[in-house]
């Protein structure tokens, strides 16, 4: 099980300083193997490098450049993560190709340098609501995915399998994100099995043993945790609002752990 929480550009200084705290004190089951991850702003990666550098939580991203450095004002790249201590970042979050204009083919040149960096990438993938309202959400979805692994795919088998063993899939409603309205666990556990076909049917033998895992984003909280990670093709969840919660986000970490 993987617990991601994304603060998105949340929250202030003192939140920020207080969440770290927290996330540092976490004490994990010592049978469970559940990883959990903390996706600050970038103006507190070295808070939180600082908070969770002997912790049980690790930290990354929400974005990174393409490129390894640059005249590209305002970004930050795959290297510059890793430097400051983050292992991981989210690329292609549905707020970043909705307001950011990033294309599926931005995405997978983001998803080769964040491995080159040795960053463990979460690609998010998920329809609009139109798209679900007219039955197209297994297609759109899973062309996401091929487009979004295209570079990946091109690499030659032995990078491809180190690549694959590093990836981990968001799959996220778009209309589910942020609006308290999740989607029914028969959808959440399709759409995760048709992905995982996807998967296959992209890269085969070259998947890690235990195949990709594959998280659940779109108004997780404490409540309903349970029933969403309890499906078997479950392998998680992308918290948003929850995550800047710390008895929600908290609880949610609790629920992964018994899985
Ligand atoms: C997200 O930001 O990826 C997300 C899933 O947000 P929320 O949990 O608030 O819907």
Not at 65 to 70: D, F, I
Not at 106 to 129: H, M, R, T, Y
Not at 199 to 208: K, Y
Not at 222 to 245: E, Q, R, Y
Request: negative net charge.
């Amino acid at each position: 099980m993987i617990i991601a929480g994304n603060w998105k550009m949340n929250p202030d200084h003192q939140a920020a300083a207080a969440l770290l705290d927290a996330l540092s004190a976490y004490t994990p089951d010592p049978n469970s193997t559940c990883k959990i991850v903390c996706f600050p702003p970038a103006c507190y990666f070295s808070m939180a490098n600082q908070a969770l550098a002997s912790s049980a939580v690790s930290w990354g991203a929400q974005n990174c450049h393409q490129e390894a450095s640059g005249a590209f004002t305002g970004e930050i790249s795959s290297q510059m993560i890793k430097e400051q201590g983050g292992s991981w970042v989210i690329l292609g979050h549905s707020e970043r190709r909705q307001y950011f204009a990033e294309t599926d083919a931005l995405v997978s040149q983001k998803i080769v340098a964040a491995l080159q960096s040795g960053l463990k990438p979460i690609l998010c993938v998920g329809e609009p609501e139109e798209v679900r309202n007219n039955g197209h959400q297994d297609s759109f979805t899973q062309s996401q995915l091929e487009k979004s692994l295209d570079l990946v795919a091109q690499m030659t088998p032995d990078a491809q399998k180190t690549a694959l063993a590093q990836l981990v899939i968001a799959y996220e409603p778009v209309w589910a994100i942020g609006t308290g309205k999740v989607a029914s666990l028969q959808d959440i556990e399709a759409m995760h099995q048709g992905l995982l076909q996807k998967m296959d049917a992209l890269f085969g033998a070259h998947l890690p043993e235990a195949g990709v895992p594959i998280l659940y984003g779109g108004s997780v909280n404490d409540t309903n945790a349970a029933d969403i990670l309890g499906l078997k093709p479950v392998s998680g969840a992308l918290v948003g609002g929850a995550s800047l919660k710390l008895d929600a986000f908290l609880s949610i970490c609790r629920i992964a752990e018994e899985e």
